[in-house]
């Protein structure tokens, strides 16, 4: 079975400052992992992703995320917040197995001015 | 046009009620998923096809039913409605890998 979690439902920083936003996967083959955002009242669109090439993954926005294998971890990052990146943020992880896309529950990012 | 539609966005229902969710895709991908978003609960997934004769039961599927009537085409169930059904419905499509496209959601109330 494969699962994620994601670490702190909401997290607040004040504009200007380091995003860090936690996932972690278990997966008993190989994962592709994915990071969502979602925009109040929008569906959720992609923001980057990793297909098991490089382990430094980077997205829209300027956000990127690293595969460490070893710490099963995918954590997202942005070294300067814009308040446009309130939203709430979802990390999934699939595989190339028959199983369908897994999501974590969600942490919603706060940006204060 | 969008690559995932959902008809309708809202819907308000009664309790006992039979209420179908429709789903198109325009990506020509084979995979397609109907999730169920709740507040601090993420999206759980309800059930999935691989294509149109595969289909599978996710987390939650009691209380719903699918129908994959083409390739393109998705619909969720509702075979009576109760109000902890009332959520946000998402449907997506995805290539082998899952890097899916998600419609824009349908907010199903059940009073």
């Known amino acids: 079975a494969q699962s994620v979690t994601q670490l702190g439902s909401h997290v607040s920083v004040s504009e200007g400052a380091l995003v860090l936003l936690r996932c972690n996967y278990s997966?008993?083959?190989?994962?592709?992992l994915f990071w969502y955002v979602q925009y109040p009242n929008q569906g959720l669109q992609l923001l980057l992703k990793?297909?098991?090439?490089?382990?430094l993954v980077k997205g829209i926005n300027g956000f990127e995320a690293e595969f460490k294998k070893s710490e099963t971890s995918f954590h997202l990052t942005k070294p300067s917040a814009h308040m446009s990146d309130a939203a709430e943020y979802f990390c999934?992880?699939?595989?190339?197995?028959?199983?369908?896309?897994?999501f974590g529950s969600g942490t919603r990012l706060q940006v204060q001015p | 046009d969008a690559d995932v539609t959902q008809t309708p966005r809202n819907r308000i229902t009664k309790t006992g009620k039979r209420i179908m969710l429709e789903c198109s895709q325009t990506?020509?991908?084979?995979?397609m998923y109907w999730y169920r978003q709740d507040p601090g609960l993420g999206l759980r997934l309800i059930y999935y096809?691989?294509?149109?004769?595969?289909?599978n039961k996710g987390e939650i599927s009691d209380g719903y039913s699918v129908s994959r009537q083409a390739q393109a085409k998705f619909s969720l169930s509702l075979e009576s409605a109760i109000p902890n059904q009332t959520a946000l419905y998402f449907c997506?499509?995805?290539?082998?890998?899952?890097?899916?496209?998600f419609g824009q959601g349908t907010r199903l109330t059940v009073v």
């Open positions: 990506k020509g991908h084979d995979r």
């Open positions: 997966s008993s083959v190989p994962p592709y």
């Open positions: 096809s691989f294509d149109v004769k595969d289909i």
């Open positions: 999934a992880v699939s595989d190339t197995g028959r199983r369908a896309l897994t």
């Open positions: 990793y297909t098991s090439a490089a382990t």
């Open positions: 997506a499509t995805s290539d082998f890998r899952g890097e899916a496209f």
